[in-house]
């Protein structure tokens, strides 16, 4: 059986030297054109496949990226991971995955570590953890470019992708308001993360831009789980003046909530409306379908992608904050407040 083509066996074939076959691999403006068309035209009939370990060796780089998550969500994570890994296939890079705590104290440090053993090309930073003190300005110091995600502008990243939580929950509120809805809670998540700040600040707005206080009462704690969902209900609803409506932070509280309903026999939308926030696969899957703000996660992740492969590449002049917006859904799990 004859061995596989090697960069010697192209560069004879062609007549040049080895250097400009690996110049023409790794794309190296270096080649005139009618040279690089003849070396690839030779790459093309031999069948020659580059080794990734040697054009890694040969641009310096690694062809590896790495996604740093502190968010337990299955359901956003995996999409945002698919997206990921779409622009990775098409560039030629692997992906790695990082989780990480931002409750550590060492945060900042075990994830330069990280970045300095796994010679990664760059970094996608998800929220909670792209919020960390201090994370942008450590990875600037060493060399590794960084996109991080966030619900609000965040300094020191080359480039942040901030989705609009704020402006998409204050729709929710304007949206349950114009069903006649009067008595309104909230179901938020942890008090730290900005995302829940967010959210939660835009209800309120788009509720008081409708002439209704949220009143402090109606406003419960929870952790973006759907235990958390279901506690936060069970304690709104078994309350003297339950609401008409709840808004949970996320889609799984939105299921906790629904699930909580459930247990007491009240119909959804019919005697409570319940709504949720990223438009995952659980807003489909519960019944009744989730009203939701639908987070595209997959695309989001895709453009962070690209931009990280562009800072790699240098060729970003400035920072940037692009700003994302999101889209309300209406599902079945709202409906006119009962008289």
Do not use: W
Not at 91 to 114: C, K, M, N, W, Y
Not at 214 to 239: H, K, N, Q, T
Not at 326 to 336: A, D, F, K, M, R
């Amino acid at each position: 059986m004859s061995s596989a083509p090697t960069i010697v066996d192209v560069a004879a074939a062609a007549g040049v030297s080895v250097r400009t076959v690996s110049r023409v691999i790794n794309r190296s403006p270096k080649v005139g054109a009618a040279t690089r068309d003849a070396i690839e035209q030779v790459i093309a009939s031999l069948g020659f496949t580059p080794s990734a370990r040697a054009q890694a060796l040969a641009s310096g780089r690694s062809q590896l990226i790495a996604v740093i998550q502190g968010d337990e969500n299955a359901h956003v994570l995996g999409a945002i991971q698919r997206g990921i890994a779409e622009v990775c296939s098409d560039s030629g890079h692997e992906l790695l995955v990082r989780p990480a705590r931002v409750a550590d104290p060492d945060i900042v440090q075990q994830l330069t570590g990280f970045a300095r053993r796994s010679r990664v090309d760059g970094l996608i930073v998800l929220s909670p953890v792209s919020e960390v003190p201090g994370l942008p300005a450590a990875l600037a110091r060493l060399g590794v470019p960084a996109v991080a995600l966030a619900s609000r502008q965040l300094a020191g990243y080359p480039t942040v992708l901030v989705a609009d939580d704020a402006q998409a929950s204050a729709a929710v509120g304007t949206h349950l308001a114009a069903l006649g809805h009067r008595r309104i809670a909230l179901v938020t998540g942890p008090a730290g993360r900005a995302s829940s700040q967010e959210r939660a600040a835009g209800f309120t707005r788009g509720l008081a831009d409708s002439g209704i206080v949220l009143r402090p009462e109606m406003i419960v704690e929870g952790d973006y789980g759907f235990a958390s969902g279901m506690a936060a209900a069970a304690r709104l609803l078994d309350g003297n003046a339950p609401p008409s409506a709840i808004f949970a932070c996320n889609d799984l509280m939105a299921a906790g909530v629904l699930k909580a309903a459930e247990q007491r026999g009240l119909a959804v939308p019919a005697q409570l409306s319940v709504a949720g926030f990223d438009g995952t696969d659980v807003a489909a899957m519960v019944s009744p379908a989730l009203t939701t703000v639908r987070r595209p996660m997959r695309m989001i992740a895709g453009r962070a992608t690209r931009c990280l492969l562009a800072h790699i590449g240098q060729t970003p002049a400035a920072p940037v904050q692009d700003h994302i917006a999101l889209e309300l859904v209406i599902g079945n799990s709202t409906g006119p407040a009962p008289v």
